[in-house]
């Protein structure tokens, strides 16, 4: 008999709780009026504000303006990973991904690091080390059907794993969020990509890189941490997605 390797989760304190509040958050936010129809708006504004929160979380000024001209190579590379995961881009980004999730691995590290890598052929490629082929094959097995866990605790786990595992030379912060919402695309829990859980990480920064330290550890406690403050950010990015189709009424 196969065993689910992340059933155990949803029997940690909360976390099943949290993952249905996540769910349906989201599911409420694109039943929204102005996502029925709209939802491609939604969507790139969602899109812009979460490229700028992720490069923030890893250091760029988090300034939010909308100029054409981005000086800082992280947050255009963010920019470039926001594109992908908006409209067609995002359909085609998510057929890769549920068939072949290091091919879409290595496209989202293509687009975030190219201005910031100073050996071009490191780029889209991991590290050469049998732990980290060993890991990214078994998160790979994970996307692919290795697990029916609630889609919020996938999401955690892949973004936690990319996070703590670190495969690529730069850029696995931007990487390892733009995977989470791949999953959430995937899956259903997000189809249309509406959520900004990244403004929440950016608020409460140093809460955000603990609990991924804490997950990275392994242990319940360590990995519960993770979990739920990343199905609260999946919550409250969908009241950030219902105050942008708000202002769009």
Do not use: K
Not at 40 to 65: C, K, P, Q, Y
Not at 196 to 215: C, K
């Amino acid at each position: 008999m196969v065993t689910d390797p992340l059933a155990p989760l949803l029997d940690l304190p909360g976390v099943a709780e949290a993952a249905d509040a996540a769910r349906e958050a989201l599911s409420a936010v694109h039943r929204h009026p102005v996502n029925l129809r709209g939802w491609l708006d939604t969507s790139t504004e969602a899109s812009w504000r979460a490229a700028h929160s992720s490069a923030a979380i890893d250091g760029v000024s988090a300034s939010f303006n909308r100029s054409d001209d981005v000086d800082d190579p992280m947050l255009a590379g963010a920019l470039r990973v926001a594109l992908a995961l908006t409209g067609d881009s995002l359909d085609a980004l998510v057929a890769v991904w549920t068939r072949a999730p290091l091919q879409a691995l290595a496209r989202l590290h293509l687009l975030a690091a190219t201005d910031i890598v100073t050996d071009p052929d490191t780029l889209g490629r991991p590290r050469v080390d049998a732990e980290v082929s060993e890991r990214l094959e078994m998160l790979a097995q994970l996307v692919t059907g290795a697990t029916t866990v609630a889609a919020p605790v996938l999401a955690a786990v892949v973004h936690g794993e990319l996070l703590t595992l670190a495969p690529f030379p730069v850029a696995n912060g931007v990487v390892a969020r733009a995977a989470s919402r791949l999953v959430a695309a995937s899956t259903g829990l997000d189809p249309h990509s509406l959520g900004v859980p990244e403004v929440t990480w950016l608020r409460r920064v140093d809460q955000y890189r603990s609990a991924a330290m804490a997950f990275g550890t392994g242990t319940g406690d360590g990995v519960r941490e993770w979990v739920l403050l990343h199905c609260e950010a999946l919550s409250a990015g969908a009241v950030e997605a219902r105050s942008i189709a708000e202002a769009r009424r």
